[in-house]
């Protein structure tokens, strides 16, 4: 899956594309517009937190890194003599799950309070009044989707990413 960035000028553009966009079978699901806060739009398709924060990769990231920690301190246990009272195989995977919970827990609430990178960059844009529509398509339908925010918005500069988390259905 791949989604598109891109930026248009007012609401009305928007409704026109996304109208455009769901005529061509792509599922409102995929479509998400990201305005400024107070922006009426409308019946157009809000992105959600997933799109708007950094929520699914810090989540990632934390348990990971709390997998990481929580293994390393079972091995700190066994390896300490009269550390552990429990045996390695119970202690080990009991600590490294503990630890990514832990982590994926903390990476979520820091995820939760930080934009997404790639809609920092379109912040001042967003912010001036324009707003921002990510859609997600597969390879195969790509340049159809393309090709209708080239038709309807000529101006748009389209920028094509691979998103850290699976699209809407």
């Given amino acids: 899956m791949q ?3 891109f930026l248009v000028r007012d609401v009305p553009t928007a409704q026109m594309l996304v109208n455009d966009l769901l ?11 990201i305005a400024r806060e107070g922006t009426p739009l409308g019946n157009l398709p809000e992105a959600g937190v997933t799109q708007r924060t950094d929520l699914v990769p810090a ?10 920690t ?4 079972g091995l700190v ?17 009991a600590l490294a799950l503990g630890g990514s919970a832990v982590g994926a827990w903390v990476g ?32 195969e ?11 309807v918005c000529p101006t748009a500069r389209p920028e094509w990413i691979n998103p850290t988390i699976p699209p809407a259905s």
């Fill in 108 to 139: 979520g609430m820091i995820g939760l309070n930080s934009d997404d990178a790639r809609v920092k960059q379109f912040a001042a844009a967003i912010d001036a009044g324009q707003l921002l529509i990510l859609v997600d398509a597969t390879p």
């Fill in 3 to 5: 989604r598109l960035h």
């Fill in 77 to 93: 246990a066994v390896a300490v003599p009269g550390g552990a009272v429990v045996s390695a195989a119970t202690l080990l995977p």
């Fill in 59 to 68: 989540l990632e990231r934390g348990a990971a890194l709390g997998g990481v």
């Fill in 141 to 151: 339908r790509a340049p159809a989707v393309e090709a209708i925010v080239r038709r």
């Fill in 70 to 73: 929580g293994l390393l301190a």
């Fill in 23 to 33: 005529r061509a079978n792509i599922p409102e699901g995929s479509i998400h517009v």
